[in-house]
């Protein structure tokens, strides 16, 4: 399970202004990693039926490393997301180039999502780029990470900005993520991020048509 908040920055100075480890050691122990280049593409058939069934598939590159992903159910209350996802690093570039649900035969929603889609064409959707810096931050409670997302979501129809703050729960209390969430929205005037970058991208898609 995924359980994150997302907020959208208005701009490039309150993005500088806020993505400072002084501004998140108000919260715990900081540990500040390098930053990571993020291209990833959402596939769906034609028809739209991993849509239909609230799922997602996706393959990112992360810097060299490739990777891909299910998304599935949960729910989204203003900026906290909460769903089922699975991660399986691709070796075989193959894979990458010809996108298959078959990498998650092993899964029983692999396999539910397999049959939905029988032999259908998986065609691309929404494409994302962006450059993303994260922090662990340890209240002495729970373990998050901040996640500092800055690029592009690309369709067919039109591309919008990324510009967002993600808060990721690792272990301990939802409710200790959601106070950090309130501080530095009150403090940098942060808006709830309700929507995700592929929701967003289909949501272009959708008004294009």
Known sequence: MEIELKYLIADEDTQKRLWSESVFKKYGDVDLHAETNMRAIYYDTRDGLLRSVD???????????????????????????????????????????????KVFAESEKGRELIELTGDKELI???????????????????????ALDTGKIITAHGNADIRELELELFSGSIEDVEEI?????????????????????????????
């Open 55 to 101: 799922a997602a598939f996706r393959i990112r590159k992360e810097n060299d490393r490739m990777v891909a992903t299910l998304k599935w159910g949960g729910r989204s209350e203003e900026e906290l997301h909460e769903r089922e996802e699975l991660n399986l690093p691709l070796c075989n570039p193959s894979d990458a180039e010809k996108p298959t649900l």
């Open 124 to 146: 691309p959707m929404v494409e994302t780029s962006f450059t993303r810096k994260t922090m662990r931050i340890d209240t002495g409670e729970s373990i998050c990470e901040a």
């Open 181 to 209: 969430g309130r501080d530095l929205a009150e403090r940098f005037s942060l808006q709830p991020g309700i929507k995700s970058k592929y929701a967003r991208g289909v949501e272009i898609n959708t008004k294009r048509v």
